[in-house]
Every structure is written in structure tokens, then in C-alpha cells.
């Protein structure tokens, strides 16, 4: 069972393009969440999605970012037009069912964005 | 607000020795769960172990066990017998039942030869 995938690793963007990130969760896992992490800091939370909805996304930027988790295919966080204060390792994780539940979090190695 | 505390931004003991990792939490919630995580420096997150806070005995996995003391909100980490692949930021997170995760600031952790 292949764990969470995220893809690219790494990725360069210059600023005012646009970086998509994507995830794949865990086989059976329906519930994604995105976290960003900064230099020297711990993950913050941006995004809850379940298959086709959002449900949270109380700590994401109202401006330039979105995300998606569509029916087929995988999650995909979206950062528009990106500025260098973008640049960090942005994680997505995926669980059976909601992480409040105490269900575990299987984490993706990241990816990591670099806006020059 | 619920927030998490590591104190602790960097520790480094020598191979073998026990370390102990501390957390402090605030909250309001009677019923939620905690947990550890290790960042080795590929990145990649790795559960350590979980704590239920209705469960008053501490959680143990081989060498790393909790002591969770619910009344003062602490959820502290042990590592015993520290071997270098123990070397990673360990994170403390708190999450309740809205789902989200709340995170600490991190600890460094170094093992030394």
C-alpha cells in the first residue's frame, strides 16, 4: 500500500506564476489536509477537503491560493500568481476519517516550493 | 485559543542516553487526542505515538513513551536508549473534536555519536 505521494518535490517558480501542488492520499483515505511549513517552524494547518468538498479551509490565504479534491484524481493545492513569502514546504496528509476522531495522519514527504 | 508549547527548540544528547521532550497544551475540551511527530531531515513526517486523553494509562511504542498529566495539560515525550536515527525535529500536536491539528513550534533533537 503505497503511502502519500506528492509530486513535485520540489518546485521553482518566479513570482507572479503559478505553482500546483498535488497529492495523492493513501488507498481507502478520503480526507486530505494541506499544511504549510516555514523556515524554522512548525506546520500550520490551511486546508481540510474530503472527496468533491472543501471542509475547512479557515487557514488558507482568502487571496491567490485554492484547493481541490475531485472525485477521481489526486487533491491539488493551487497558488496563483506566488510571491516569495510563498516560498515553503507545503505537506499534505490524508486519513480514514476525521482527524478529531483520533484517526492517525499519514503525511506526504512534502513539497517544496521556492519563489525567486 | 487552543495553543501547544514546546519550550525545549533544540536538545542534543549523546547515543544511548534517555531524553525526555517537552509539550504543554491549552484547551478547553475534555475529549481529544495527542500527539507526536518526528521530521528526520528528509521531511517526511512520521507518526510517533498517540495519546487519548480519556485514556489515563501513558502510551508506550518500544523505546518512546508519553508521560501525560491531563489536569496540568502537559504531554511529554521520552525517548530511552537514543540511537542516531533518532536525530529529527519532533513535533508535539493537539487535536480536538473540530479536527483541526494544532501544532508546537518544534525540538530539534541531535544525537550524538
Known amino acids: 500500500n503505497a503511502g502519500v505521494m506528492q509530486n513535485p518535490r520540489h518546485l521553482v517558480r518566479r513570482r507572479g506564476q503559478e505553482a500546483r501542488l498535488r497529492c495523492s492520499p493513501m488507498k481507502g483515505h478520503s480526507h486530505v489536509y494541506w499544511y504549510r511549513q516555514l523556515p524554522e517552524e512548525g506546520l500550520k494547518f490551511m486546508v481540510y477537503?474530503?472527496?468533491?468538498?472543501?471542509?475547512?479551509e479557515s487557514g488558507m490565504p482568502k487571496e491567490r491560493f485554492s484547493a481541490e479534491f475531485p472525485k477521481e484524481g489526486p487533491s491539488i493545492l493551487r497558488i496563483q500568481q506566488v510571491v516569495r513569502g510563498d516560498s515553503a514546504a507545503y505537506f499534505c496528509?490524508?486519513?480514514?476519517?476525521?482527524?478529531?476522531?483520533?484517526?492517525?495522519?499519514?503525511f506526504g514527504e512534502g513539497s517544496r516550493l521556492t519563489v525567486l | 485559543a487552543q495553543t501547544v508549547t514546546q519550550s525545549q527548540p533544540e536538545m542534543s544528547v549523546q547515543e544511548a542516553e534517555t531524553v525526555t521532550l517537552s509539550c504543554t497544551y491549552d484547551?478547553?475540551?475534555?475529549?481529544?487526542?495527542l500527539f507526536w511527530y518526528k521530521q528526520p531531515p528528509s521531511r517526511q513526517m512520521i507518526l510517533v505515538i498517540r495519546?487519548?486523553?480519556?485514556k489515563q494509562q501513558n502510551a508506550t511504542e518500544n523505546r518512546f513513551s508519553v508521560n501525560f498529566q491531563k489536569a496540568a495539560k502537559s504531554f511529554s515525550l521520552k525517548i530511552s536508549d537514543s540511537q542516531l536515527g533518532d536525530t529529527a525535529m519532533y513535533f508535539c500536536?493537539?487535536?480536538?473534536?473540530?479536527?483541526?491539528?494544532?501544532w508546537g513550534a518544534g525540538t530539534k533533537l541531535i544525537i550524538k555519536p
Open positions: 484547551t478547553s475540551e475534555n475529549n481529544y487526542y
Open positions: 477537503l474530503q472527496k468533491e468538498n472543501i471542509i475547512d
Open positions: 495519546q487519548e486523553a480519556y
Open positions: 500536536a493537539f487535536v480536538d473534536s473540530n479536527y483541526q491539528l494544532i
Open positions: 496528509a490524508s486519513s480514514p476519517k476525521r482527524a478529531g476522531t483520533g484517526g492517525e495522519l499519514f
